[in-house]
């Protein structure tokens, strides 16, 4: 078992950053790719970045490649989500998640966290 918990969301002006944080605790969480997703009002949940247990691979969905770095700290067991140069569009709440493979399909992943609101207001 493993239990994520986001933070470091909230309301930013389009152009501004913030950095999300996922805490994670339980099972060894060094063996899990982590990934990040967003869902925003009447949408799915869609893809973001993924992270590799080592952190030697990334993945990131091509609306945000450039913009936004996914990394994490095996030390502290926590996985991060820098995001830069923010859009109105990049409005949703973004969830981490926990999986054993490095892959972007939400329905693999195996944890999810409850998710943090971020607003880009124009």
């Known amino acids: 078992q493993v239990q994520l918990v986001e933070s470091g969301g909230g309301l930013v002006q389009a152009g501004g950053s913030l950095r999300l944080s996922c805490a994670a605790s339980g099972s060894t969480f060094s063996s899990y790719a982590m990934g990040w997703f967003r869902q925003a009002p009447g949408k799915e949940r869609e893809f973001v970045a993924t992270?590799?247990?080592?952190?030697?691979?990334?993945y990131y969905a091509d609306s945000v490649k450039g913009r936004f770095t996914i990394s994490r700290d095996n030390a502290k067991n926590t996985v991060y989500l820098q995001m830069n140069s923010l859009k109105p569009e990049d409005t949703a709440v973004y969830y981490c998640a926990a999986v054993p493979f490095l892959v972007s399909d939400p329905n693999v992943y195996d944890y999810w966290g409850q998710g943090t609101q971020v607003t880009v207001s124009s």
């Open positions: 992270i590799s247990w080592s952190g030697g691979n990334t």
